[in-house]
């Protein structure tokens, strides 16, 4: 029996069952020259990883800054010559930088470590490292994924059992912008998706929705960047925006503000969703009762082992859930839109706002999320 052949027998049992009882139940050698490479020993996994820069299609502009690129580390972790991708994005605010990075995935060992299948063990020793760097945590959880998901020869949302045709509609960002220069984003993704992402927090945000009607009539989720302060003009935008047609409302206010934002959460008649308030699993607890629901991205959590556990975590506290990302390439996209079929709504759109994408995966087909059924996060480069 051929090596691989028998990991796939003897570990996709194994693995399978250990998941079932807990919340973590053609691939080629890149000719990339890497700036950091381990040393290959027998069964052990070799680390490799590069800066890569994220050029956006548009400029981007958020309620606090706008940006044209997107800092990023491009990640891989080899086994046997099967090949995990994963990669680190890093926008402004997670106060992240590829120096930062690339020096944490320096102190990664994973030589020490002869089987992959040992996820726990693994990345609760990635996870130790350091307090912070969540978006270089997150580049070697998604790559072990992907080497593992390969190894077993099953994609992720088959491995935690679940049904790929229920993924949602992500929706289509459209940031703030001039009226003519945002009624053609709007023009140009209007027929392609189903639901549309507007980015609030500045003194237009009435004039954003009204320009945005002007041209369709998709419902909108709204994401205010922590940009409004006043909780009583709050709510009444909230009203204001129901009315025309908004669905829910992301992060409202600072997310120091709590007993602002759950009074607005009690009365509001959208659902609120928490997502700089919420990083990591024990950040849930902290938000029952304040928040509808949170936002669950790979880059703030360390990866996809943490976003299945807080989901779980969520759903007990009968909190709604959305999956969310930063700009990212197709990998990292791909790698959270596998818990997709579990979630309430979905915004992966990070990889169709960049003009050099290195990989192929996730699928957006009549504005639904359509995951491929290939091992792992389901990604090959392109």
């Not at 392609?192 to 002007?214: C, W």
């Not at 908004?246 to 009365?267: A, F, S, Y």
């Not at 969520?314 to 959270?336: D, H, I, L």
């Not at 596998?338 to 915004?347: K, T």
Request: net charge neutral.
């Amino acid at each position: 029996m051929r090596r691989r052949d028998f990991l796939k027998k003897t570990a996709l049992g194994t693995v399978a069952s250990a998941w079932a009882f807990s919340p973590l139940s053609a691939v080629t050698k890149s000719e990339i020259p890497f700036i950091n490479t381990n040393k290959l020993t027998h069964k052990g996994m070799k680390l490799r990883f590069f800066p890569y820069e994220l050029k956006l299609k548009h400029v981007f502009t958020v309620a606090t800054y706008s940006r044209t690129t997107t800092p990023d580390v491009q990640v891989e972790i080899e086994y046997d010559g099967v090949i995990g991708y994963g990669e680190a994005s890093m926008p402004q605010y997670l106060g992240q930088t590829v120096q930062s990075v690339t020096s944490f995935l320096q102190k990664v060992d994973l030589e020490q470590f002869k089987d992959p299948f040992l996820m726990e063990d693994i990345l609760a020793y990635v996870d130790s490292l350091s307090p912070g760097d969540t978006a270089a945590k997150a580049a070697v959880d998604i790559a072990l994924h992907d080497l593992v998901g390969k190894l077993l020869g099953a994609p992720w949302y088959k491995i935690w059992g679940l049904n790929k045709e229920n993924a949602p509609s992500t929706t289509f960002t459209i940031g703030i912008d001039t009226a003519e220069v945002v009624k053609q984003k709007t023009r140009e993704c209007a027929d392609q998706f189903n639901i549309l992402k507007v980015k609030l927090g500045r003194d237009n945000d009435k004039e954003m929705i009204e320009t945005i009607r002007s041209v369709t009539q998709l419902p909108i989720a709204v994401d205010v960047n922590q940009g409004w302060t006043d909780r009583q003009k709050a709510l009444d935008m909230i009203f204001w925006l129901h009315e025309h047609g908004i669905v829910m409302v992301e992060q409202p206010m600072p997310k120091e503000m709590r007993n602002d934002i759950g009074w607005i959460t009690e009365r509001s008649p959208l659902p609120i969703f928490a997502d700089e308030a919420v990083q990591r699993i024990a950040d849930i607890k902290d938000c029952e009762g304040i928040y509808t629901g949170i936002n669950i991205k790979l880059m703030k959590c360390t990866g996809m082992r943490e976003a299945w556990k807080m989901l779980i975590e969520a759903r007990a506290r009968k909190m709604k859930v959305m999956v969310g990302c930063m700009t990212e390439t197709s990998c990292a996209v791909s790698a959270v839109a596998q818990l997709s079929p579990a979630v309430d709504f979905a915004d992966l759109d990070g990889n169709l706002l960049i003009s050099n994408d290195r990989f192929n995966g996730m699928q957006v087909v009549k504005g639904k999320v359509t995951l491929p059924d290939r091992p792992g996060i389901g990604v090959v480069k392109i």
